[in-house]
């Protein structure tokens, strides 16, 4: 017995130590350091010969030390045993391919392929690895051998993505087409893959042939995934008008019609300001549904499309569009979203706080849900911020706060005390709550958390009476108010009195921003300049430069200035918030091909 507890003992050594050694090895692979990984790699092989990770990593490290030899040495080493695993003729053909040994590389690279007639299964390792070395012929004239040689093998998903990779564009599309017909699961996957090659602009080559592919298909073989398709086309080209008649074609031509396609159309149309198109697509499921909640939806969508461009003169016709809505279908949580949504026009609009409040104060007598209540109390509170009734406010922001601890909606409940808090001018309570929410589950109130406690921290302390940082308080109320002028004014003022502080660059910022929102975009521009020019160390800077960049490339017809500075954010602000959307807009102002979804 003693014997066996022994035994069992050294050999529980024996594993932790080739553990370890595994675990080191990986450590130098992953680093670069391939010579002290080949130490590793060499003894754990030794170890266990028939381990094909073990082998697979040796040889790797071989290759990477520029030691071809030593790798070409134990790849025809390993080749002699009796039960040849197919992949190591592709690694020891592509051995020989860095070796510039071209010829000898083809008889490896040929075998890998014939090893298909033993077996044709043997086509998923190999055409893998052909892949995996970039060696696209070899991987299409693999795959192509095992489907000939066993009809039930399918390599059609790896075919077409290989054709992409060679730049055989006709033919990636025309497989994956076929492959969307076959296997509906993959469509998603596909869109993906398709996406790389699709861009925002309908004269790109790529997109014109995928088009006249789709076009060619729906002529001979008539079916709806290429109405599907092409509406896809047409949204990633923002040709929204194209894609509304294919989505109203499937409606009409479906078995089983279902509006959510133009639903979702809706969304993206109005998400990029198309407001014509969604108009028209709004009364069309108005003309086609009797579904309440479905119509009540694009009903209350056309009033906030009215809002945007109707004047203030003409608010009586929009109070008196809600006021129909309800009437038509009454005061009840099926209308709460219309409810909200008059009352937000009542006092964000209209001026009209008061009656804003009888409305919200009749909703919260519902038979409501609790996230619905924090939805009406949230509305509520947002009405008392803007008729600066801090405290009232502030009531209905905590119980929101408390009853939805864990959600995102009490999260960003706790954000509005902060920032009522901060509107008040009582920056201590703003700050203590802002520090919690740094590490808010939501993204986007952990970055709004974080730079509203930054504006406070910097600038109170430079001040000790806070005059700078009061004036900024109140100018982003009067934002909140929706009164702009006196907004910009106040700014202004800072501008002119505090020049040289630390709020500087925060006024800049949101004056530029006030600017833009008034179409003012010359004026937003020297403002974002300003900022890049004086406080380029400053946690604003990446703010500035996509915003400029964005008016350059938008509204000023400036691309190559807006490149320099999306370049600027690529490479001096990687961690930057707008990184991924800089990277992708600089690709697009280049001319490459990108996914714009």
């Known amino acids: 017995m003693r014997f066996l507890f022994v035994l069992f003992f050294f050999l ?13 090895a990986q450590q130098y692979f992953e680093k670069g350091d391939f010579e002290k990984a080949i130490v590793y790699y060499q003894k754990l092989y030794d170890k266990n010969p028939n381990n094909r990770n073990y082998f697979m990593a040796l040889v790797t490290s071989f290759q990477q030390a520029n030691q071809l030899e030593n790798a070409e040495k134990i790849l025809l080493k390993k080749l002699e045993d009796k039960n040849i695993y197919p992949v190591l003729f592709v690694e020891t053909g592509y051995n020989y391919q860095l070796m510039y040994q071209e010829k000898k590389a083809d008889v490896y690279f040929d075998k890998a392929v014939e090893s298909l007639d033993e077996n044709p299964n043997f086509a998923f390792a190999v055409g893998g690895a052909f892949k995996k070395r970039s060696l696209l012929d070899y991987a299409i004239k693999t795959y192509k051998k095992g489907m000939t040689l066993n009809p039930k093998l399918n390599f059609n998903y790896d075919l077409a993505y290989i054709y992409g990779e060679k730049g055989d564009i006709e033919n990636m599309y ?8 076959e296997r509906e699961n993959l469509i998603g996957n596909i869109k993906r893959n398709l996406g790389a090659f699709i861009s925002d602009n309908a004269k790109d080559e790529n997109n014109i042939l ?6 060619q298909r729906s002529q001979t073989n008539p079916n709806l995934l290429w109405n599907e398709l092409l509406s896809w086309l047409f949204i990633q080209q923002q040709d929204y008008k194209s894609a509304f008649a294919q989505e109203k074609a499937i409606y009409k031509r479906s078995a089983e019609p279902s509006l959510n396609g133009l639903i979702d159309l809706t969304q993206i149309a109005l998400e990029n300001n198309a407001i014509e198109i969604s108009q028209s697509i709004l009364e069309f499921i108005i003309s086609q549904t009797q579904d309440q909640q479905l119509l009540i939806f694009a009903k209350l969508k056309l009033i906030a499309i009215s809002l945007k461009n109707t004047k203030e003169k003409e608010y009586d016709t929009i ?9 038509t279908y009454g005061i009840s ?5 219309v409810q909200l949504e008059y009352a937000k026009f009542l006092a964000f609009n209209y001026n009209k706080s008061d009656e804003a409040i009888v409305v919200l104060k009749n909703a919260l007598k519902l038979p409501v849900n609790k996230f619905a209540e924090a939805q009406i109390k949230m509305t509520t509170a947002d009405v008392f911020v803007y008729d600066e009734k801090f405290n009232q406010a502030l009531i209905y922001y905590s119980q929101v706060q408390k009853e939805l601890k864990n959600d995102v909606l009490g999260q960003q409940a706790r954000f509005k005390v902060a920032q009522t808090s901060f509107y008040k001018g009582d920056f201590e309570w703003a700050e203590t709550q802002l520090k919690v929410l740094k590490s808010s589950t939501s993204q986007l109130i952990a970055n709004d958390a974080l730079e509203l406690k930054l504006l406070i921290s910097d600038n109170k302390l430079k001040d000790s009476i806070q005059t700078a940082l009061k004036l900024y308080a109140k100018a982003d109320l009067l934002a909140y108010q929706n009164n702009d002028e006196k907004a910009i004014a106040l700014l202004e003022i800072i501008l002119k009195e505090h020049k040289g502080e630390s709020i500087e660059d925060e006024a800049l910022l949101k004056q530029a921003e006030l600017f833009e929102k008034h179409e003012e975009y010359e004026k937003a521009a020297y403002n974002y300049q300003k900022i890049i020019e004086f406080y380029p160390t400053d946690i604003l800077m990446d703010d500035a430069l996509y915003k400029l960049a964005s008016i350059y490339k938008d509204k000023l017809s400036k691309p190559e200035e807006a490149k320099k500075l999306l370049e600027r954010i690529i490479f001096e602000h990687q961690d930057s918030i707008y990184f991924i959307e800089a990277r992708k807009e600089y690709r697009l102002l280049r001319g490459d091909t990108v996914n714009p979804s």
């Open 12 to 24: 529980i050594g024996i594993l932790g130590l080739s553990a370890q050694n595994e675990a080191i």
């Open 174 to 181: 025309e497989m994956y087409l076929d492959l969307m017909l």
């Open 210 to 215: 995928f088009k006249k592919i789709l076009l």
């Open 319 to 327: 109070e008196q569009e809600f006021k129909t809505l309800l009437d």
């Open 333 to 337: 949580p099926q209308t709460l979203e």
